[in-house]
């Protein structure tokens, strides 16, 4: 069953503006990961948050990560148009192999982002 | 450097036909895994393997099979078609340490009539 829900399903903002997404799981996680896809590719993945971590940055995307509410915000800071994809969160559960990578994800059903010019 | 290569893009089947697809990845990866994706639905994963000659369930295992007798290689058959198998197949792969994130190919978009 799927883990991860996004909130909300679909975002539509201008550019310049900010976007958040919402994710919210429902069980132990080694940590919690953001991805992006562009219209009829692949998935890339944004950036990845531990368990024993509260906020993590890179560039203009800020993720915070509440184990104690199982929720996870993805904020994408002044917005292009180039940001215009599907955004997943998917968590990778603990309790797995040993050294476990990003091989057992459970993923959300995602936000839809549009960016208007 | 290629990444995840999934072969082919696009593919109709007949219900009842088998077909493979196929993935391949040149990083050296540990861990392989197969998802589908399905309208409003997300990925699910299919099948996963930790290692050549080790493979496992996911989600959604039933009507398709696996085998990784290589560390670069990882192809999902499916034995039997059905409509409820059209999808866009994603394969993915990653690194065997915790905190590391998956890569994954540009898809197979199947469509079983």
């Known amino acids: 069953s799927q883990q991860g829900e996004e909130d909300p399903q679909a975002l539509s903002i201008q550019e310049g503006e900010n976007a958040t997404m919402n994710c919210s799981y429902k069980t132990s996680i080694n940590n919690l990961q953001w991805y992006r896809q562009n219209s009829g590719r692949g998935l890339v993945h944004l950036i990845l948050?531990?368990?024993?971590?509260r906020e993590k940055h890179s560039g203009r995307l800020r993720v915070t990560l509440d184990t104690s509410k199982k929720s996870s915000s993805l904020l994408i800071t002044a917005s292009r148009a180039a940001d215009t994809a599907s955004y997943f969160c998917?968590?990778?559960?603990?309790?797995?192999?040993?050294?476990?990578?990003?091989?057992?994800?459970?993923f959300g059903k995602g936000t839809k982002l549009s960016v208007i010019p | 450097n290629a990444g995840v290569t999934q072969t082919p893009k696009f593919q109709v089947l007949k219900t009842g036909q088998s077909m493979t697809l196929q993935c391949a990845q040149d990083m050296n990866h540990e861990y392989m895994s197969w998802y589908r994706q399905d309208p409003g639905m997300g990925l699910r994963l299919i099948h996963y393997s930790v290692g050549a000659g080790i493979t496992d369930q996911g989600e959604v295992p039933n009507g398709y099979n696996v085998s990784r007798s290589t560390t670069e290689d990882f192809p999902l058959r499916l034995l039997s078609a059905a409509p409820s198998q059209t999808s866009v197949y994603f394969c993915?792969?990653?690194?065997?340490?915790?905190?590391?994130?998956?890569?994954f190919g540009q898809g197979t978009r199947l469509t079983v009539v």
């Open positions: 993915a792969s990653s690194y065997g340490q915790e905190g590391t994130e998956a890569f």
């Open positions: 948050i531990r368990s024993n971590e």
């Open positions: 998917a968590t990778d559960p603990s309790g797995t192999y040993s050294g476990a990578g990003s091989y057992q994800l459970t």
